[in-house]
């Protein structure tokens, strides 16, 4: 079968930027930051479907973190196939359906019984300088983590805006380094990875002050080993303060056989008590 392109961008408000999304040449676009108002969802639903494509949305929550009562959608799934939506029925993930900041379908594939799950995640704003809300920001990965360990068989993603460097986030660092989980646009970049946000607007090569890595995909090992590709989408950032960022999937990698170190569990599992303690 054709490559799978899958994409993540923060691109603050979809209804404003319906268009620019839709002209992403992604199967999978998981957008952050979407903020649809309640009173917008089916004028963004229609849109979606009249070019085409299939919106998962996710739990309503208060756009804001400020005394702004409006309710919404803060992040947005668009694919150009009917998607699976996955069940629910475990403590973590329950909990990260119930913060409207985490959703996760299932993309059927070309090869035959095979298919795999992308999870869109958006973290919580102020994480890379506050520590109560760094606090929040882990849990909420250290959940998001938990439900993808759960899937060892089946290429996972959790594609998003993390709201925080992934060097000094200690729950990727945990599953990363219990070999659970690749920082893709980390490893495609010989350890050298692109800013993907800058507040005065992106820009290929930018750094500094200013400027962060906040944007980020996590894989499972399996996940990992169908990439072929990372693109950074400079093209459609201009006047964007996050530039979106795509994966390449070879779906004829699904009939590789892939070995994987085995490592112990109670590793993983003390870090993560540390978080839902």
């Known amino acids: 079968g054709d490559p799978i392109v899958i994409t993540g961008w923060n691109i603050r408000s979809l209804p404003l930027h319906i268009i620019e999304a839709l002209l992403l040449p992604s199967h999978v676009l998981a957008i952050q930051e979407a ?22 949305l996710p ?24 998607p699976i939506t996955s069940e629910h029925d475990d403590h973590h993930t329950n909990l990260l359906k119930a913060t409207g900041r985490w959703s996760e379908i299932i993309v059927p594939t070309d090869v035959k019984h095979k298919h795999v799950i992308v999870a869109n995640i958006y973290g919580y704003s102020g994480a890379n300088g506050d520590s109560k809300i760094y606090d929040d920001n882990e849990r909420l990965l250290a ?27 200690n729950a990727i660092a945990a599953a990363v380094n219990c070999g659970i989980a690749h920082d893709v646009l980390y490893d495609w ?9 800058c507040k005065d607007g992106v820009h290929q090569g930018m750094s500094g002050p200013g400027t962060s890595r906040i944007d980020a995909i996590i894989a499972n090992p399996l996940g990992a080993h169908l990439i072929t590709n990372v693109t950074y989408h400079w093209d459609h950032a201009a006047g964007f303060d996050h530039v979106p960022y795509s994966i390449t999937l070879d779906q004829q990698a699904f009939t590789n056989n892939v ?11 003390n870090i993560w008590n540390t978080y839902f303690k």
């Open 59 to 82: 739990t309503t929550s208060d756009l804001s973190t400020t005394k702004d009562t409006r309710r919404g959608k803060r992040i947005a799934t668009i694919t150009t196939t009917k």
């Open 35 to 56: 903020d649809i108002p309640e009173y917008l969802v089916p004028t963004v639903s229609n849109q979606t479907k009249d070019a085409k494509r299939h919106i998962t």
């Open 143 to 169: 959940a998001a983590i938990i439900r993808m360990n759960q899937f060892r068989n089946t290429p996972y993603y959790l594609c998003g805006d993390i709201n925080v460097n992934p060097d000094i986030s």
């Open 189 to 197: 970049s010989q350890g050298k990875p692109q800013h993907t946000f």
């Open 259 to 269: 070995t994987t170190i085995g490592k112990p569990t109670n590793i993983v599992t």
